[in-house]
């Protein structure tokens, strides 16, 4: 079956920019993830939806991040006036019970900010 | 809080030797333990996992222990390929009771590169 989808594969941008990133979750996956991948920090949790809610956003980085789901399915991350720092790229993963623990990415965005 | 360390590459082998990467971690509850590896040009993917001390995940000629008195999931395989070149993340997740969130945390990746 088709796996974890996400678009854009790469996106450049300039520096002040807002950028939406977009997942589509396994079907029938209630859970959905976003991490980030940077040279600097290795790959980090962001943020966490059950249906369309998020109980975890934990690891959004700032104010400028933010994340919807809808449907209980595609999700978006949006970062508003980007920064060079939010340069990396963003997977999303998805998992359902009982095996929750177990998470299958997707290919990721690779984010460029100029 | 939790981490997961994991030794630090690159790896270079030949084919055919043996493959050994280091993880440890530290968790705050009982966490399931994962390995992760990420093809060139590849997403992530779950290469395998333990979710309590002493299994042993399996996959593709890799295999790790799950090892609670070393806090330790270390990944070996008998004979690597050039095809296992790739990058190989430890990973952990606890679930978080309140928010029912099975976040990972990962270490910092190990590149391996196989020769012929």
């Known amino acids: 079956g088709a796996g974890v989808s996400q678009s854009p594969s790469n996106k450049v941008t300039e520096k002040g920019k807002d950028v939406e990133l977009r997942c589509d979750p396994i079907?029938?996956?209630?859970?959905l993830y976003w991490y980030r991948q940077s040279l600097g920090q290795g790959l980090e949790f962001l943020i966490y939806f059950q249906g369309n809610s998020a109980p975890d956003k934990s690891g959004l980085p700032s104010d400028r991040f933010s994340a919807e789901r809808t449907g209980g399915s595609v999700s978006t991350l949006t970062i508003q006036r980007t920064q060079q720092e939010d340069s990396a790229v963003y997977l999303c993963?998805?998992?359902?019970?009982?095996?929750?623990?177990?998470?299958?990415f997707g290919p990721g965005t690779r984010l460029l900010v100029l | 809080g939790n981490s997961v360390t994991q030794m630090e590459g690159p790896v270079t082998l030949s084919e055919e030797a043996f493959l050994t990467i280091n993880c440890t971690y530290t968790a705050t509850g009982y966490p399931s333990l994962f390995w992760y590896v990420q093809y060139p040009g590849e997403g992530l993917q779950l290469l395998l996992k333990?979710?309590?001390?002493?299994d042993k995940g399996s996959n593709k000629g890799f295999e790790a222990t799950y090892r609670k008195e070393t806090t330790s999931f270390h990944l070996e395989k008998g004979s690597v390929q050039v095809s296992d070149s790739a990058v190989y993340f430890c990973a952990l997740t606890i679930i978080y009771s309140g928010a029912g969130s099975y976040q990972l945390t990962f270490g910092k990746g190990t590149k391996l590169s196989v020769i012929p």
């Open positions: 333990a979710t309590k001390a002493d």
């Open positions: 993963a998805s998992s359902r019970p009982p095996s929750q623990e177990t998470q299958y």
């Open positions: 079907s029938g996956h209630t859970a």
